[in-house]
């Protein structure tokens, strides 16, 4: 069940997979969101995110578990690292992204539902029962800027990991990306 240098786990393949491909799905769904004012798509944004939060935290524990996986060619020092380090900061980003959209909607006083199932009702004003207040500004602020934020750096990080992963497979030809897709070198 471990990853191997020929063969990585399907713990560790499933986990990959629905995470990314979640992950890139939901950055266009919330750009598109922002940019065209598309409120009618915020509960299934907040949904899809709170519940791919909790896969998250379990691929990070099975990560820490399991180590990095070991490279499946010799490549320069420096190709190492750089694939080190963007791997980190999109493990740390996977889970900084679905935590500052929980502080902005918590902290901003805002519903919090997985598909109509409450978790948190919203926090309405005791004067005026239509208007929702913040539970706690700084908190819903900083979910809010974080969000955005992070998000850019980890779209960043996806185009230089989808660049890396291609250059293994086209140029390097190695086992890189079949090991990825469930394929032993
Ligand atoms: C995988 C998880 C998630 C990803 C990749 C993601 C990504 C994004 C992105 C890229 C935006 C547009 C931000 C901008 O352009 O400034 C956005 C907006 C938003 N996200 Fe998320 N999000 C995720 C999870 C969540 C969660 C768990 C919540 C809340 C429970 C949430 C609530 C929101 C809200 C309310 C907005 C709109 C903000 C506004 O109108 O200003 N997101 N998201
Ligand atoms: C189409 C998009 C993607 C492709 C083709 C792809 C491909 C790959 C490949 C081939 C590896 C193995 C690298 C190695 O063996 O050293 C890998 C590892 C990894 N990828 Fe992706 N990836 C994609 C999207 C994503 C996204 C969106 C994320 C996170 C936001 C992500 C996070 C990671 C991480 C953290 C690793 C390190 C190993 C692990 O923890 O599973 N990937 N990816």
């Known amino acids: ?20 491909l979640t992950i890139i799905a939901m950055l266009a769904l919330g750009i598109y969101m922002e940019e065209n004012e598309a409120y009618q798509f915020y509960d299934l944004h907040k949904s899809i995110g ?8 379990i691929r990070v524990t099975w990560r820490i578990k399991q ?9 320069k020092k420096i190709e190492q ?4 380090v ?4 999109l493990l740390i980003g996977s889970v900084m992204i679905p935590m ?10 805002h519903e919090l539902a997985i598909f109509g199932l409450e978790l948190m009702p919203a926090n309405a004003s005791l004067t005026i029962p239509d208007e929702i ?28 990991h989808v660049a890396g992963a291609l250059k293994h497979h086209i ?9 990825m897709l469930g394929k032993s070198s």
Do not use: C
């Open 100 to 109: 500052s959209g929980l502080m902005m909607s918590i902290g901003g006083g």
């Open 133 to 160: 207040v913040a539970r706690n500004e700084l908190i819903g602020g900083t979910g809010h800027q974080l969000h955005g934020l992070v998000s850019n750096v980890v779209i960043a990080a996806i185009v230089l």
């Open 50 to 57: 709170t519940l791919i939060f909790g896969v998250i935290l």
């Open 171 to 179: 140029v390097d030809k190695d086992s890189t990306l079949k090991r």
């Open 1 to 20: 069940m471990s990853d191997t240098k020929e063969k990585l786990s399907p713990i560790s393949i499933f986990l990959h997979w629905i995470v990314g």
């Open 67 to 75: 180590g990095w996986p070991v490279p499946a060619s010799d490549y």
């Open 86 to 89: 963007i791997h980190y900061v």
């Open 81 to 84: 690292l750089m694939s080190k």
